[in-house]
């Protein structure tokens, strides 16, 4: 027979579980990696966006070269007139097809129209600078077919606050006056 001890135990294990301790060290660590693994994919996510934003700006630029190089080299172009800029700089035409279109770059508003007697379309948003180049003088007036002129747009990436984002694109295009002989 088994005589049981009355006497008391200081240390008994009644049931499982984590100590304060074990837990304080366990947000600790947790802490610890989550920060680390904070910093390792800031740089990633950064790059994403900066990217993102880089690509939209092409993407802007690109859209409003292509529908300008459609308008002004159309089969059905009767001529171009290049026009006084809008106050605060930029450029102005008008394309004559059988609905006239006229680009209105405002240096101002930092944007791009093409504008029809239905339609005012914005082609892009923040065009720092623009200007349209004649093959020869004067610069305004009536642009003959089968002239060259350059368009340049200068595109800067901004935020909702308008603050410049530091990415700059610039885009110069030649085009041909007219239909392909």
Do not use: H
Not at 52 to 69: C, I, N, V
Not at 162 to 177: A, E, Q, Y
């Amino acid at each position: 027979m088994k005589i049981k001890s009355t006497m008391y135990t200081p240390y008994i294990k009644a049931c499982g579980g984590f100590s304060l301790i074990e837990m304080i060290v366990a947000i600790t660590v947790m802490g610890i990696l989550s920060a680390s693994a904070a910093v390792f994919l800031r740089g990633p996510i950064t790059s994403y966006f900066n990217t993102e934003r880089r690509a939209t700006l092409a993407d802007a630029g690109g859209l409003a070269m292509s529908k300008l190089g459609q308008d002004i080299s159309g089969a059905t172009v009767t001529s171009v007139t290049v026009l006084p800029p809008p106050g605060g700089g930029g450029f102005r035409f008008r394309i004559a097809m059988p609905v006239p279109v006229t680009y209105i770059c405002n240096a101002t508003t930092r944007t791009l129209r093409r504008v029809t007697i239905a339609q005012n379309n914005l082609l892009a948003e923040g065009v720092w600078s623009c200007q349209v180049r004649r093959q020869a003088l004067p610069p305004l007036g009536a642009v003959p077919l089968g002239e060259l002129i350059a368009v340049e747009l200068n595109l800067r990436s901004q935020d909702a606050a308008g603050n410049d984002m530091g990415d700059r694109l610039s885009l110069i295009r030649t085009f041909r006056v007219g239909p392909l002989q």
